[in-house]
């Protein structure tokens, strides 16, 4: 009686594992948190039920039995098909295997973007302002995230996040920008007509990730704007070009006599001395191997660098640009043009009818040059609301049709130039023939007979300024051939050289008018700011893509048929194919018949 009991009370004493399971569960599920108490609770309901089954088995032979077996083996089976199942499901989501059968690899990432992002040396994230997520978009995004832990992206509603919007300078929709560290680019602006580009995107991420940075250097020497804080100063604009990963140094051509070799852009803002002819030389040499400068002139200034804008068709108006139109919004006088119209050019392709403002600025007067391409920038209102104004002494600004010049006025170009630098040379015996100068550099010049009316025109000499202690050039015979650009001054006195290789390179030229704009206090202003920074990216030719990436359009698989054609398919489809088997259908019946 006392065996048959204690039976019963072990039999009930097992059902206490149950309980203190749920007891666990409950505590866990109920407080959030799974801590000591629930785990000790879930852990003993295991060991007591594990026990009870053991003993249970041990005295009914529940082992033994043919059903037991077969039901253990059922559920061992599942088991191990259930852990093959989430084995396989781990390695797809840690391991990615797609397979791409389009012929043209439409929705595959170039050799170029994998191996850039795999080598990621840090987190680089992309941001998309935008409301809609495009499936095409995402879909690039998502390839590029599989080659690399260390690329993201998140799209961004701009208005649900302003802060994080502001912090980018997002100033549409659909502008997506890329972050890494500290350092932010902006990589393209899409709509419906222009998606996410993968050339895009994998050049940006190549300028972001590098670690050398182009060099900007600022001329100093001659009453330039200074670079540290200050009254008059730049030090905002050259912050910001630090921001936009730039490296910038101060440059005395007095003391180096040449532009480094490194330098990606010089600039040279607001001089109120002229320039000595060596330093104008070394600017010349510069541009002529390819070199990028941004001028920035003030009026009544006179920085003897009329022999280099004139290699580029550009000459300073000494006149002052007024503008009366924007006299009572921005509050400085007429003497502060306000620029509202802009060319169609990189520099200025995003500023729509923005204000930008230049107090005391002079016109540019632009004249074609063969080789040269000139973008107007930045151009005043008609007249009447501005001209350029002749006489500055006076405090009242009037117009007078014999020496002022009626708007709209240029205060600002940009230029380009190809250059053809010699790599080995072959000397000639003749002398090249060049053009006559600029009167205001033939002050020390020998005069030089003009071609014949047979000769083809020579092209010009690189610098003006280099006819100053030349001898006279003989005219050419009627039979002379159009005579090749001198490659240095130095040339002049020795036979041309003919050049037997040659590389094409691209310098780039900047002129505005005034140099006010860019100093601190104004350079926050409306578009000031944004005039002198796309100006030194532009010029620093980060916008020339440095990848060979190849757009991917799927193949024009298209079938063009005939009329002819096109009713022999249908009779052959509709009708012919199902004669022919509706009658072997017929053959087969009679056959079994």
Not at 31 to 52: D, K, M, N, R, Y
Not at 157 to 176: I, M, S
Not at 319 to 341: C, H, K
Request: aromatic residues 8%; hydrophobic residues 35%.
């Amino acid at each position: 009686m006392k065996i048959v009991a204690k039976k019963k009370l072990w039999k009930y004493l097992f059902w206490l594992g149950p309980f203190l399971i749920t007891v666990g569960l409950t505590v866990g599920l109920v407080s959030e948190q799974w801590g000591l108490i629930p785990l000790a609770f879930i852990i003993t309901g295991i060991v007591i039920s594990g026990l009870g089954i053991i003993w249970q088995s041990y005295q009914s032979n529940w082992w033994n039995r043919r059903s037991t077996q077969a039901g253990t083996n059922a559920l061992v089976a599942t088991l191990a098909v259930l852990a093959i199942l989430g084995f396989i499901n781990f390695l797809g989501t840690r391991y990615h295997l797609r397979a791409d059968l389009t012929e043209a690899q439409l929705f595959t990432l170039a050799p170029q973007s994998r191996e850039l992002v795999r080598v990621l040396p840090q987190l680089v994230k992309v941001w998309v302002f935008d409301i809609n997520q495009n499936p095409q978009d995402r879909e690039l995004l998502e390839n590029y995230q599989r080659q690399s832990s260390k690329f993201k992206y998140e799209y961004i509603d701009p208005q649900a996040r302003p802060g994080l919007a502001e912090k980018f300078g997002v100033k549409d929709y659909g502008e997506v920008y890329l972050e890494s560290g500290d350092k932010r680019q902006l990589v393209q602006t899409v709509n419906e007509n222009e998606r996410l580009s993968e050339i895009r995107l994998t050049s940006r991420l190549q300028q972001l990730t590098n670690s050398t940075t182009a060099k900007v250097y600022l001329l100093q020497g001659h009453g330039e704007r200074q670079l540290s804080a200050g009254k008059g100063a730049i030090s905002q604009a050259v912050q910001g070009l630090g921001d936009k990963n730039f490296t910038t140094s101060p440059l005395n051509l007095g003391e180096t006599s040449k532009v480094p070799q490194d330098a990606a852009v010089v600039i040279v803002a607001g001089p109120k001395r002229g320039l000595f002819e060596g330093e104008v030389k070394a600017l010349q040499e510069y541009l002529n191997r390819g070199g990028n400068l941004l001028l920035m002139i003030d009026p009544n200034t006179d920085p003897k660098l009329n022999s280099l804008l004139q290699e580029w068709g550009v000459r300073l108006d000494n006149r002052l640009a007024v503008d009366i139109s924007g006299e009572s919004v921005v509050g400085l006088g007429p003497a502060a043009p306000l620029v509202t119209e802009y060319g169609q050019h990189p520099i200025t392709k995003d500023f729509g009818n923005g204000n930008s403002f230049y107090p005391i600025a002079r016109p540019l007067e632009i004249n074609s040059v063969p080789g040269v391409q000139a973008t107007p920038l930045l151009r005043t209102k008609p007249y009447p609301n501005s001209w350029a104004e002749s006489d500055l002494q006076s405090e009242k600004l009037e117009f007078n049709a014999d020496k002022d010049l009626k708007g709209p006025l240029t205060l600002g170009v940009a230029l380009t130039r190809k250059q053809t630098p010699k790599s080995t040379s072959t000397p000639q015996a003749s002398p090249t023939p060049s053009p006559l100068p600029s009167p205001t550099t033939q002050s020390k010049t020998s005069p030089t007979p003009s071609p014949s009316p047979k000769t083809p025109q020579a092209l010009p000499l690189p610098s003006p300024t280099t006819q100053s202690k030349t001898s006279p050039t003989p005219s050419p015979s009627p039979k002379t051939p159009q005579a090749l650009p001198l490659p240095s001054p130095t040339s002049q006195g020795k036979a041309s050289p003919t050049p037997s290789s040659q590389t094409a390179t691209e310098s780039r030229l900047v002129v505005l008018g005034n140099s006010d704009f860019a100093t601190d206090g104004l350079f926050q202003q409306q578009l000031n700011g944004d005039v002198f920074l796309n100006s030194v990216t532009w010029l620093s030719q980060q916008d020339q893509q440095p990848l060979s990436i190849r757009p991917k359009e799927p193949k024009n698989r298209r079938i063009t048929l005939t009329t002819t054609q096109a009713n022999l398919l249908i009779l052959s489809s509709l009708l012919l194919l199902p004669l022919i088997g509706f009658a072997i259908a017929v053959i087969i019946w009679w056959k079994r018949r």
